[in-house]
């Protein structure tokens, strides 16, 4: 065998011992990431396990909720709030855990059942929640014939319940003889300009007719027309979208002269018609 026979014979020997010694690289390589995402797979499961554990801790259940700022009414719809908020899955574990409850959510959800001119929602470690608030300044309870609703000056519900009894708030009374088709929060029910005349009604009815203010009743829903009703029974039949300051003081000249008159008509002209 000459010398170039026996270096042919080292070289694929070389060859065939590399290629061994890659298929062992190879195989090495697969043992090692089978390994690896074996133990990968092993330290999220522990991740999860020690998070859900964390999470289910009643140290850091939130169970201490301090509400203030409201009344009876918009108390209870604020827990209701935080009921709903604190019973929503967060990785299949309710969400009343400190460490997952995030105020920006019972925020929002309060926002869907209280019309609020303010609010502040804190957390204290472990287990405690802090809720400050204050709800839209209001004017009228407008009652309608399937429900009442509460509204600030801008004329949009603050409030609204089928059941008016519910309501602790004491306001001036207006009766619509309609149902109001959207109920919910901030709904414009009642043109702001005409918000602004009945309150400026139930503030001078008295200084201007001298009789006690009952309530008010709007005649029809496509009408302006309204009766301003007294406690000893006067009726002022008024309308509204005109000068109701003028109209009330052609009451008052009247009064005087008509002591007696159960009802005054001051809405056409510069006339008065009476009745006893």
Same mark, same amino acid.
Not at 10 to 23: A, G, M, P, V
Not at 129 to 142: D, G, Y
Not at 170 to 186: A, D, M, R
């Given at each position: 065998?000459?010398? $170039?026979?026996?270096?042919?014979?080292?070289n694929?020997?070389?060859?065939?011992?590399?290629?061994?010694?890659?298929?062992?690289?190879?195989?090495?390589s #697969?043992? &090692?990431?089978? #390994?690896?995402?074996?133990e990968l797979v &092993?330290?999220?499961a522990?991740?999860?396990?020690?998070?859900t554990?964390?999470?289910?801790n009643?140290?850091?259940?939130?169970?201490?909720?301090?509400?203030?700022?409201?009344?009876?009414?918009a108390?209870? *719809?604020v827990? #209701?709030?935080v009921?709903? !908020?604190?019973?929503?899955?967060?990785?299949?574990?309710?969400?009343?855990?400190?460490?997952?409850?995030r105020?920006? *959510?019972?925020? $929002?959800?309060?926002?869907?059942?209280?019309?609020l001119?303010?609010?502040?929602?804190?957390?204290?470690?472990?287990?405690?929640?802090?809720i400050?608030?204050?709800?839209?300044?209001?004017?009228l $309870?407008?009652?309608?014939?399937?429900?009442?609703?509460?509204i600030?000056?801008d004329?949009?519900?603050?409030?609204?319940?089928?059941?008016?009894?519910?309501?602790?708030?004491?306001l001036p009374n207006?009766?619509?003889?309609?149902? &109001?088709n959207?109920?919910?929060? %901030?709904?414009?029910?009642?043109?702001?300009?005409?918000v602004?005349?009945?309150?400026s009604?139930?503030?001078?009815?008295?200084?201007?007719?001298?009789?006690q203010?009952k309530? &008010?009743?709007? %005649?029809?829903?496509?009408?302006?027309l309204?009766?301003?009703a007294?406690?000893?029974?006067?009726?002022?039949?008024?309308?509204?979208?005109?000068d109701?300051?003028?109209?009330m003081k052609k009451a008052?000249? !009247?009064?005087? #002269?008509?002591?007696?008159?159960r009802?005054i008509?001051?809405?056409?002209?510069?006339k008065?018609?009476?009745?006893?």
């Amino acid at each position: 065998m000459n010398r $170039s026979q026996k270096q042919q014979q080292r070289n694929q020997s070389f060859l065939k011992q590399d290629h061994k010694n890659t298929e062992l690289l190879i195989e090495g390589s #697969k043992i &090692i990431a089978s #390994k690896t995402f074996f133990e990968l797979v &092993i330290f999220c499961a522990l991740i999860v396990f020690l998070g859900t554990t964390i999470l289910k801790n009643q140290y850091f259940k939130i169970n201490d909720i301090s509400i203030d700022g409201l009344d009876t009414f918009a108390s209870e *719809q604020v827990k #209701k709030s935080v009921s709903e !908020t604190l019973n929503k899955k967060i990785f299949s574990t309710r969400n009343d855990s400190y460490l997952t409850f995030r105020t920006s *959510q019972l925020e $929002s959800e309060i926002r869907t059942r209280v019309s609020l001119d303010t609010i502040s929602i804190t957390k204290r470690f472990p287990h405690t929640i802090f809720i400050h608030a204050t709800e839209r300044p209001v004017v009228l $309870s407008v009652h309608a014939t399937n429900g009442t609703a509460i509204i600030a000056r801008d004329g949009k519900i603050v409030r609204w319940t089928d059941r008016p009894d519910q309501l602790s708030v004491v306001l001036p009374n207006v009766y619509v003889p309609w149902s &109001i088709n959207e109920t919910k929060l %901030e709904t414009n029910i009642l043109n702001q300009d005409i918000v602004n005349e009945l309150m400026s009604t139930v503030a001078r009815s008295h200084e201007l007719v001298g009789h006690q203010l009952k309530d &008010i009743h709007f %005649e029809g829903e496509d009408t302006d027309l309204a009766d301003i009703a007294f406690n000893d029974g006067l009726v002022i039949k008024t309308k509204i979208t005109s000068d109701i300051e003028t109209q009330m003081k052609k009451a008052k000249i !009247t009064v005087i #002269k008509f002591p007696l008159a159960r009802q005054i008509d001051v809405r056409f002209s510069d006339k008065a018609f009476v009745t006893f």
